[in-house]
């Protein structure tokens, strides 16, 4: 029961994780109706900077901050420069530039940093706080960070003149031009948010996971079952999701399935809950007249 | 005094030209209708006039040239386009759909006001006001979008086919609102419609407009009573 | 077909039918490669770019027609020939029992779900439960076939490699033949239309989930036949040559070589077999971000491929010629 317990809790540190990159994947989708396959990769690269930036001396928030804004405008800059020239491209071959771009990002982190693994410090203390032992404080933390992510885009999306004007650029670029909407400006902010989200989502997994190129593939899987299980159009479901994945992974890990066969078993369980409910738990219903 | 002047407006979609050396005017304060058949050329023309396709010619909105300029300008200098189609933001509330009209506004109070003035036009958006704008019926999201447009302030409204798809008695409602709007907020409307009978009686100016081409002009009394503009759109 | 296509695919096959005996065994063994990328790439089109079905897992069915190959071949001693039909058997009726269910899934859903194919394929290869079918992790290593012995009758010398590459040219002529007759009649039709607008083409009277079913079996088999024919190629099958990223440069080739075109997977698969080798000479250190430069500007320059790049290009000579 102990080990029930400790496997859910380690779950959802982990689902935090997941939650904020899903996040990240499901405001680009808002925003530009694509899913960005190099999400992950962006993050990690971020957290490499952010290292770097440690490294030379910057102290942990100051960082943490730099590289959310270097981040944003990583994002931004990716968007103008890469993204705008296939706007008009099919689908799939959009996919196929994020594609490119994921594998460049890795090859690069590779080249420069090398494949060495490196640690990433936490800027929460070592020792069990308020008495807790079941979760680090890391994992706490991670867990409060993530939350007050949600948040914070939350509202930014529901309750700001700037957040509808992005959620109507995603949702229609034509009409969106004819009430003065810069539509081409509200997806470079689209992907300028989601790169900062993933910023600080790769700076929260790299103590535990370790820093190296290959960090994030593994979870951007993870984020990208989550995302839709909650929903993809929700951002709400896709920090739920992440959380639910966190937890089902560790403990099919542990009790079911054992390490190896645990990602393939946990995205054929996540298809089979698709199966029932195909736009994921909180996706909305699309009312399309035909 | 003329708001928007058009003169020799040439268009095309791809490889098909649609209009060919279009040219008309509208005048501040007024009603200016475009008329004509299906495929003539009507719609092309608002959406020449918002710089959503590529043109030729010359479009002077206000004094100013804005054939060259991207359509969120064009917005930002007054000009609301109603689309045909409607255009609603179909996956965001009502009252979303309605502040997104004022995007580009920076007066807050003012805002608030003119939204509570469009909820007096149109009662039912109000009651409707939290409900996902694509759930409205095809009567209640031209409301929306006229409303919308109307947010904006804008100098100039295009409406494109605003009885497209209404109920005879919805569309009389509306086109009666469309009076009220032109006379007490002052702005001025180009109208683009292929019911010809109802856009006549509201229009001051009218022009027809064949395979992208004025071929008549004048008051809606003259082009009511022009023998040609009877047969062919009033069918008497 | 007009005279001219048929002037230009004769000649392209004199060509296929003669390279074989300027090149060197490596090269004649990566063109074979390139004709089963080729014939898999047919398998994907037909599914995604027709149909509109996003598949992120073919490998998947690449994988079991290989291992079918590789299992009949080895364990039961069937001559490599005769795997083929079985091969694209056991993946038709695969993927459209995967098809089935994926009905309910649209989109960014069906990538989920045929990406979990392809990540999961390699961990049931290695599966304790398979084992002694699969060969475990070690896989299974096939026997080079053979020129028959009619053609050394013949007074025909080919090595192994030489007659592999027949061997697999003739069955890629037959495949692309058979898939082009397909796709250009009612079948073609009904796929495209249910891609792009399957609400109308249901009201036409498109059975759409017997299409959409049936799409993602033809397509599994001609992908499980590719797999069967790759395997001979390479005479070995190990679980984890049949990874996502198998699935990935799949999907990557279709792009590239130009979605809903025949002639396009033969450009895909001339650019997956040899552009990685290209970046890997251009720089040693970071290969794949050569590779991925390499995408994108080929994305910019043909954003429908190469297939869609050749069209336009054609287009542009005839209204060039037809100017007054």
């Known amino acids: ?290 | 005094m003329a708001l928007l002047e058009v003169s020799g407006l040439h268009a095309a979609y791809g490889e098909v030209r649609v209009l060919h050396g279009l040219s008309f005017v509208t005048e501040k304060g007024g009603i200016t209708a475009l008329l004509g058949a299906n495929g003539a050329g009507k719609t092309t023309t608002l959406r020449a006039v918002c710089a959503m396709l590529r043109t030729e010619g010359e479009i002077r909105f206000d004094g100013e040239r804005i054939e060259r300029r991207p359509t969120e300008d064009i917005v930002r200098r007054g000009i609301a386009h109603v689309p045909d189609g409607r255009g609603t933001f179909l996956h965001l509330t009502t009252e979303e759909n309605l502040r997104l009209g004022a995007y580009t506004r920076k007066d807050r109070a003012a805002v608030a006001a003119d939204l509570e003035r469009v909820y007096g036009y149109f009662p039912r958006l109000k009651e409707r006001r939290r409900q996902q704008a694509g759930t409205l019926s095809g009567g209640e999201q031209q409301m929306l979008a006229v409303s919308r447009a109307l947010m904006l302030r804008p100098k100039l409204m295009l409406l494109d086919e605003p009885s497209f798809g209404l109920a005879p008695l919805l569309v009389k409602e509306l086109f009666q609102i469309l009076r009220e709007i032109k006379e007490r907020e002052g702005v001025s409307l180009l109208l683009v419609e292929q019911n010809a009978a109802l856009a006549l009686e509201l229009a001051d100016h009218a022009y027809l407009i064949e395979t992208g081409r004025v071929v008549l002009s004048g008051s809606a009394a003259e082009l009511r009573r022009d023998e040609g503009v009877r047969r062919a759109y009033l069918g008497y | 077909m007009s005279r001219r296509v048929l002037l230009a695919l004769a000649v392209l096959l004199a060509l296929a039918c003669v390279l074989p005996f300027f090149l060197s065994s490596y090269r004649t063994f990566q063109l074979t490669l390139v004709l089963v990328y080729a014939v898999a790439l047919l398998g994907l089109n037909i599914l995604t770019g027709y149909n509109g079905q996003i598949s992120l897992g073919h490998g998947a069915f690449y994988a079991i027609g290989a291992y079918c190959a590789a299992i009949l071949m080895d364990r039961w001693g069937v001559p490599y020939w005769a795997t083929l039909p079985v091969a694209g058997a056991v993946c038709l009726v695969a993927g459209f029992l995967f098809g089935v269910p994926a009905l309910r899934l649209e989109g960014l859903y069906l990538a989920l779900a045929t990406f979990a194919l392809g990540v999961s394929m390699p961990q049931l290869l290695k599966n304790k439960a398979v084992e002694g079918w699969t060969g475990g992790v070690q896989g299974i290593v096939i026997a080079k076939p053979e020129a028959p012995g009619f053609m050394r009758a013949a007074g025909l010398t080919l090595n192994a490699d030489q007659w592999l590459y027949f061997f697999t040219l003739l069955v890629a002529v037959l495949m692309f033949a058979l898939c082009r007759n397909l796709l250009r009649g009612r079948v073609g039709r009904a796929l495209v239309a249910i891609r792009d607008h399957h609400i109308a083409a249901e009201a036409m009277g498109i059975h759409g989930a017997l299409y959409k079913s049936l799409a993602f079996g033809v397509s599994a088999m001609y992908t499980g036949v590719a797999g069967a024919l790759g395997a001979i190629a390479v005479q070995y099958v190990a679980p984890d040559s049949f990874n996502i990223f198998l699935s990935l440069v799949f999907l990557v080739g279709i792009v590239i070589g130009g979605l809903a075109s025949i002639s396009g997977a033969l450009y895909g698969a001339l650019f997956i077999e040899f552009v990685p080798n290209i970046a890997d000479e251009i720089s040693k250190a970071a290969p794949w971000a050569v590779f991925g430069v390499f995408l994108i500007v080929f994305i910019y320059l043909m954003p429908s491929g190469v297939a869609g790049a050749v069209r336009l290009a054609a287009a542009r000579r005839k209204n060039w010629r037809r100017a007054p």
């Open chain 1, 1 to 290: 029961m102990e080990q029930a317990l400790h496997q859910i809790l380690d779950g959802l540190a982990t689902g935090g994780i997941y939650a904020s990159l899903a996040l990240a994947l499901v405001m680009i989708y808002q925003a530009t109706h694509l899913v960005n396959f190099a999400q992950g990769e962006m993050a990690m690269f971020s957290t490499y900077i952010a290292w770097t930036l440690i490294n030379a001396g910057m102290g942990y928030w100051p960082a943490f901050a730099l590289t959310v804004a270097i981040a944003f405008v990583f994002g931004v800059l990716i968007e103008r420069i890469i993204v705008r020239p296939v706007e008009n491209a099919p689908v799939l071959a959009v996919v196929v530039v994020f594609i490119a771009l994921l594998v460049i990002l890795n090859s690069l982190a590779g080249w420069i940093y090398t494949y060495t693994i490196k640690t990433f410090p936490s800027p929460f203390p070592k020792d069990p706080v308020l008495g807790i032992h079941y979760m680090s404080p890391h994992e706490m933390g991670a867990i409060a960070v993530t939350l007050v992510v949600l948040l914070l885009v939350f509202l930014f999306f529901r309750f700001t003149p700037l957040g509808l004007a992005m959620r109507a650029a995603a949702q229609n670029p034509v009409s969106s031009r004819l009430v003065g909407i810069r539509v081409g400006w509200m997806l470079a902010l689209g992907w300028g948010l989601a790169a900062a989200i993933g910023s600080v989502a790769g700076m929260m997994i790299a103590p535990v996971v370790y820093l190296d190129p290959n960090m994030m593939s593994g979870i951007l899987l993870y984020a990208f079952a989550a995302a839709l299980l909650g929903g993809i159009d929700n951002p709400g479901g896709a920090v739920l999701g992440g959380f639910i994945v966190g937890v089902l992974e560790n403990l099919l890990g542990a009790f079911v399935i054992g390490n190896e066969l645990k990602l393939a078993v946990a995205l054929v369980l996540i298809i089979a809950v698709l199966l029932i409910k195909p736009s994921g738990f909180f996706g909305r219903v699309h009312v399309t007249r035909v």
